[in-house]
């Protein structure tokens, strides 16, 4: 991480330049990456301005401004307002995962039986048990993908109901479509 400190019209002292510093290693707890933070200390009348801009990886920019009597006072609230906006884009980041994951991503164990029905109920059993990835498919995809398999049956999700489908093949060579009342 790269730190640039700018004084316009402003000295900056050698104290005031490890205070900045070690306020801006903080941000990197909430943000992986950072590659430069530029830091303006500028001064009008009686205000004294902190502006902070941090660059990241993947395109994330992040920037405040602060004005108060007092220099250092603008860069510590200057940075917390940075520190604030890296929790935001964090928890944005990590709820936008694991909404994509729930959404497009359904793993499920299917259990296949005995075809042999001559078996009594009390001793019938698992035979097989097989895990699927849940793809969201159309219909029609559906009996392409089960046509190329050449399987007996498919468990998809559908992508016009988005909801578990399982399509079949019937004896008389048809297909046949099992989806859950909405």
């Known amino acids: 991480m790269v730190i640039k400190i700018t004084g316009r019209h402003v000295d900056v002292p050698a104290r005031l330049k490890s205070h900045i510093e070690s306020r801006v290693q903080k ?3 909430y943000i992986d990456g950072i590659t430069d933070v530029h830091v303006t200390l500028s001064t009008e009348k009686y205000r004294q301005i902190a502006e902070v801009n941090v660059h990241c990886r993947g395109n994330v920019h ?3 401004k602060e004005a108060s009597e007092d220099i250092k006072a603008s ?3 200057a940075i917390e307002k940075l520190e604030a906006q ?7 980041r990590i709820h936008k995962k694991r909404r994509r994951a729930a959404r497009f991503q359904g793993v499920g164990t299917f259990n296949v039986i005995s075809s042999d029905r001559n078996i009594p109920p009390a001793d019938r059993r698992v035979v097989e048990s097989r895990r699927f990835v849940i793809k969201p498919l159309t219909v029609e995809e559906a009996v392409i993908a089960i046509d190329e398999e ?3 049956f498919l468990v998809f999700r ?8 399982v399509l079949y093949r019937r004896p008389d060579g048809n297909f046949g479509l099992i989806a859950p009342e909405l």
Do not use: H, P, W
């Open 150 to 152: 050449q399987a007996e």
């Open 86 to 92: 890296a929790k935001r884009q964090t928890e944005k």
């Open 27 to 29: 941000i990197g707890r």
């Open 75 to 77: 860069v510590t609230q």
């Open 158 to 165: 559908n992508a016009m109901t988005d909801s578990t489908n």
């Open 62 to 64: 992040l920037s405040a």
